[in-house]
């Protein structure tokens, strides 16, 4: 059929007609070959001019748009629609980008106006050659999978449970509970960290729609958004699930102890363990590396005492496969290690300690039952605590780690609670930007803390005075006096940055995502897609995605469970429809495209030797178009003759 | 144009020069200070000196001797979470100091530099003697005294000539320093 | 390894020049840079100042083209220019990682017994970051110390500041760090003190009498320049080393080395 064109030029109010002299433009179009009709009006986008278009459309038979106005990324999506609801397929429509490429880049009225009508020649010669695509669905598998067990993992999956669909709920370590698990009181309302948390994961533990995979870990991935293929594997725990009671009486006779991860390495475990008296699932884990049966093939102590019989040594991993429509990220956080800062004596000097290493101590059920001591086992009269370690820092991470300042404050709160102690606390700026935290600030100040301001240079414990023997003595300059001063205290609690997991970037290529240029997840838009990334269907929430207090982290998580939920609802997902197409008669299977293509969009045939694009996650880069070399790829809706015409207009 | 009633032309200047180019960035958190071994003989901390720059205290900062104390350690430049230089920022001041004609109180510091440099000119390479000799001469003779018994060691374990040495290459660096000289003022 | 000493070199203008005069200081300084470039060797100084002088300069013109062609234009009166290709390092960068301290340690012929040395970094050597050394608690002068067969003593004011040229000007000031230096070095029991850089060398040796007599102190710690100490262990006289030339007497740790090994010798 012969393409009859209709031009719309957009004034967009000033933006555009400000510059470029519309009624010229369309004067120009007119003229142009296969155009029908030319029009121009103040706001194409709203619905007198939509209805414009849809009207032309009808009475004037058109089957090609142009729209000259805005970015696509505004509004070709509004345009398409207008066409699809006019009877037009989509994808006969083009945009001529006159605003943000032309009208918003100069002031010269007669250039604007030159480049405006080469912009739209172009697109009228493109679209010439436009044919209609269909877009695809597919179904979405209402099950998701959720890789991570603290908050944000719990409360993304209890959200997507209660509407009655399946979760799966990996976490890598023996318990649910994350970081979160190992507070003691959260700031600013000092609720008691456990006491909020625990709820939430035996309802986790026992909820009819959640399959608990703990002690477990993603191997591998494939597949697009609403039908992902994920193979889980479940690490042996040596230990009968079916059969434990969760009686406690291996951990308790266990003769072998290790340093506990849970307890930031200041305190003990057994070989044999729950990480925690609250673990869900209450259901010990045997650790390998430190059981003497596995070193040595001697005690079975645990094995001999089982009641239930639960004591499994010939236990293997197992893999299990489950298919999910979406996947949610919130694989957390890791705390900064300050032993690299060697001016701040961590390891060195007795009595430095991290923050997370502080609120074991302080907790009750840590390995000091809530008392805070000194390593000789005295009370401390005096504690420093300082912020900003390994934050703000080109030399370590240049990012602020959002949740120090408040925590810091809440150290201090709780050192006055439990001791007689004095605090002072060491800071650069203060941030308490949330709701109840400038309060809480106020708080900790009457409460008698000492803020000074002033990051510190070094911690040492050489005396220059009698009052500094056998102290750690913070020297720093007290900026708001502009005094260098050394401080004489008991204790120094170092509040670190929080920095992504060790193995992010295998978790990154893992599920095929991005991150950001601090090493944390990247979410598709900072503002207005922040739980999305590029790959569709994966979310992520949390601290993976940059650091963030408990309030952000939940608010997050019901974020990702809203928009899966969307997904599931609607059941299916429209798939663009601009991807690359092979044509296997020329396609000869060498796979370079495969070797490109940044999305693992591209699967290799064995059978027939050639190559196959997955439409579902292609995103019409182009790369493999250009890789081919046999010109075996095209990109639909980017065919050469569409550029090449798109060229040869510009050239007007 | 002059804006903020000219206060942050003075900061321009100072990033301008080649010591001072990170001096934006400083979100005066006081490490530099904290870390400075010197600190207490300043007038001004290396922080508050940063400050007062950004504040347009010109006259201030360079008559003062907060920079002349500068050891060199580095310590500051090294922890500055923003990468400042206090380091090549107090010699950048020393120098606009210098060149601008203000007179430093309660430092001999100047002194001793002129001294040291005037050595360079006059032997291509400091002469320790002479260079110390002209140093108690322009500060302060009567302390030359004390000096005696440590110059007589030094001179008695042969540490210290009495006779400069003159390096070759002297004339062609007084040649080079005229030349440089011209260069300059010519832009 | 040859050294080779840069002809006609002068000098570098250190901190004073750069501090009276900024640009004229690194016109100073690039003459050396352009005399070593000719060379086509890489600048070996032994002291650290020099080297981050020089190096400081180098990336100055690095980063400012438009004062290299200044810099040039005032060299050519001495026929000179400098492109931009010339790696500056210092004695002990080439010792640890040309030389290494394997072939160093095979060719001691007197091994210090156990000698307790307290390597002595000063600022220069390992702040700024020129080299690979940490900027706080640097390693290689005791990976040196210890290839020589003697024992470095850990102690934590290892690289913190003597004083510098400030010991002229400003004698209190660093007659009290001088002292620090002094008492963390003794209290930890190194019998003396090795240093790579030449001021720090004098600031330690020549003064340490006037700490002494401010403070009411008794230090007596035997200051090494770097050389002195590998040449003692390679063999080399006394009269060469110049250990006639330190201030405070070496004669203790030269006892100390050929007591022991005399002990040994004899089987005692």
């Known amino acids: 059929m012969e393409p009859r064109i209709g031009v719309y030029i957009c004034h967009c109010g000033s933006n555009i007609a400000g510059t470029v002299d519309t009624e010229e433009v369309v004067r120009f179009a007119q003229g142009l070959d296969s155009v029908v009709v030319a029009r121009d009006y103040k706001f194409m986008c709203s619905e007198p001019g939509q209805n414009l278009i849809k009207a032309d459309i009808t009475e004037l038979g058109l089957n090609r748009v142009v729209v000259a106005s805005c970015s696509p990324t505004m509004h070709e999506p509004t345009f398409r629609r207008a066409c699809q609801e006019a009877g037009l397929n989509p994808y006969l429509f083009e945009m001529a980008n006159i605003r943000e490429h032309c009208s918003w880049v100069t002031e010269d009225r007669a250039e604007a106006t030159e480049k405006a009508k080469a912009l739209v020649s172009a697109a009228v010669k493109r679209v010439y050659y436009h044919q209609p695509l269909e877009t695809r669905e597919v179904p979405v598998n209402p099950n998701t999978l959720v890789v991570g067990g603290g908050i944000a993992g719990i409360q993304a999956a209890l959200k997507i449970a209660d509407s009655e669909h399946k979760v799966y709920l990996v976490e890598r370590d023996p318990s649910i509970g994350g970081h979160m698990a190992q507070l003691d009181k959260t700031f600013p309302t000092l609720d008691c960290s456990a006491c909020i948390l625990t709820p939430k994961m035996t309802q986790v533990g026992s909820h009819p729609y959640i399959e608990l995979l703990t002690y477990s870990e993603v191997e591998e991935i494939s597949g697009y958004i609403g039908n992902f293929k994920v193979k889980v594997r479940k690490k042996a725990r040596y230990v009968d699930e079916a059969r434990c009671t969760g009686c406690g009486l291996c951990q308790t006779k266990c003769p072998w102890k290790v340093d506990s991860e849970f307890e930031a390495g200041i305190g003990k475990r057994k070989a044999i363990y729950t990480p925690f008296p609250q673990a869900v699932p209450n259901i010990p884990v045997i650790d390998t590396e430190h059981c003497v049966y596995f070193l040595k093939g001697t005690c079975r102590l645990c094995e001999k005492l089982c009641e239930a019989e639960a004591i499994d040594f010939e236990q293997q991993d197992k893999v299990i496969e489950v298919e999910v429509g979406s996947i949610i990220l919130a694989t957390g956080f890791s705390l900064f290690d300050p032993t690299p800062i060697y001016q701040y004596g961590y390891k060195r000097l007795d009595n430095v300690i991290t923050s997370l290493e502080f609120e074991r101590m302080v907790n009750s059920s840590g390995p000091t039952g809530g008392n805070i001591v000194l390593k000789d086992g005295s009370e401390p009269e005096s504690i420093a605590i300082i912020h900003c370690v390994g934050s703000r820092d080109e030399k370590y991470h240049e990012y602020c780690s959002r949740v120090c300042c408040m925590h810091s404050m809440k150290f201090a709160h709780l050192i006055k609670e439990h001791t007689d102690a004095e605090v002072c606390e060491f800071y650069i700026d203060i941030r308490s930007f949330g709701k109840g935290y400038e309060e809480f600030y106020n708080r900790v100040l009457n409460e008698g803390t000492i803020f000074f301001r002033g990051r510190p240079a070094e911690i040492t414990n050489i005396a220059e005075t009698p009052e500094e023997e056998g102290k750690l003595v913070v020297q720093f300059e007290d900026t708001l006096v502009g005094l260098q001063r050394r401080l004489p205290v008991d204790m120094v609690i170092l509040s670190c940055a929080l920095e992504p997991q060790p193995d992010a970037d295998a978790i990154a290529r893992l599920f095929n995502i991005s991150r950001s240029a601090d090493g944390f997840f990247l979410e598709k838009h900072p503002k207005l897609d922040p739980v999305a990334t590029m790959t569709d269907g994966i979310f992520v929430v949390g601290c993976c995605q940059g650091p963030k207090d408990i309030p952000d982290t939940v608010a997050q998580a019901s974020a990702a469970a809203a928009e899966v939920l969307a997904m599931i609802s609607k059941g299916r997902v429209e798939i663009e429809a601009a991807t690359a197409v092979i044509d296997e008669r020329i396609c000869s299977g060498c796979q370079v495209c495969k070797l490109v293509c940044p999305y693992s969009a591209i699967d290799f045939d064995e059978e027939k030797g050639v190559c196959r694009v997955n439409e579902a996650l292609c995103k019409g880069c182009g790369a493999c178009i250009a890789a081919c070399f046999s010109d075996a790829v095209s990109l639909n809706h980017f065919t050469n003759e569409q550029i090449v015409a798109e060229m040869e207009g510009m050239l007007v | 144009m002059v804006v903020f009633g000219g206060m942050n032309s003075f900061v321009n200047e100072v990033a301008a020069t080649l010591g001072g180019e990170h001096i934006y960035a400083c979100i005066q958190c006081g490490i530099c200070t904290g870390s400075c071994p010197a600190a207490s003989e300043m007038e001004y901390p290396p922080r508050k000196i940063i400050a007062m720059i950004r504040a347009g205290m010109r006259d201030e900062v360079l008559s003062s001797n907060s920079m002349w104390y500068c050891l060199s350690c580095h310590l500051c430049g090294c922890r500055c979470p923003r990468g400042v230089k206090p380091t090549e920022l107090a010699h950048a001041l020393e120098s606009l100091a210098n060149q601008q004609g203000f007179r430093v109180k309660g430092t001999r510091t100047p002194a001793m530099y002129r001294s040291f440099v005037s050595s360079i000119k006059g032997n291509g390479r400091v002469h320790e003697f002479g260079m110390m000799l002209k140093f108690y001469l322009l500060a302060n003779p009567l302390s030359a005294v004390k000096m005696l018994p440590l110059g007589l060691k030094l001179f008695l374990h042969r540490r210290m000539s009495l006779i400069p040495e003159r390096a070759k290459g002297k004339e062609d660096l007084s040649r080079i320093i005229q030349k440089f000289r011209e260069v300059i003022a010519r832009q | ?268």
């Open chain 3, 1 to 268: 390894m040859e050294l080779i000493e840069l002809e006609g070199w002068t000098c570098c203008g250190s901190t004073p020049y750069g501090s009276l005069d900024e640009l004229e200081a690194i016109v100073v300084a690039a003459r050396n840079l352009a005399l070593a470039e000719k060379t086509g060797l890489d600048l070996v100084t032994p002291c650290s100042s020099c080297c981050v002088t020089l190096n400081r300069a180098r990336i100055q013109l690095e980063d400012h083209p438009h004062l290299m062609a200044q810099v040039n234009e005032a060299l050519a009166v001495a026929n000179l220019e400098y492109h931009g290709n010339l790696q500056i390092r210092h004695l002990v960068d080439v010792l640890l990682n040309d030389v290494t301290p394997e072939v160093i340690a095979s060719k001691v012929r007197h091994g210090l017994n156990g000698l307790k040395v307290a390597p002595y970094y000063g600022c220069q050597l390992v702040r700024p970051h020129y080299g690979s050394d940490d900027t706080e608690f640097p390693q290689s002068l005791d990976r040196l110390v210890e290839s020589l067969g003697a024992e470095a003593v850990p102690y934590p004011l290892k690289a913190r500041c003597c004083g510098g040229a400030l010991i002229i000007s400003e004698q209190s000031l660093a007659l009290g760090l001088i002292r620090k230096l002094l008492d963390s070095a003794a209290r930890n029991g190194a019998q003396c003190i090795v240093t790579p850089c030449p001021l720090c060398q004098t600031n330690l040796d020549a003064y340490q009498s006037q700490v002494n007599s401010k403070f009411k102190t008794d230090y007596n710690l035997p200051i090494l320049f770097i050389s002195q100490l590998i040449g003692l262990a390679l063999g080399i006289d006394h009269i060469s080393l110049g250990l006639n030339t330190n201030i405070v007497s070496p004669n203790e740790v030269l006892d100390y080395i050929y007591e022991v090994k005399r002990e040994v010798n004899s089987g005692t």
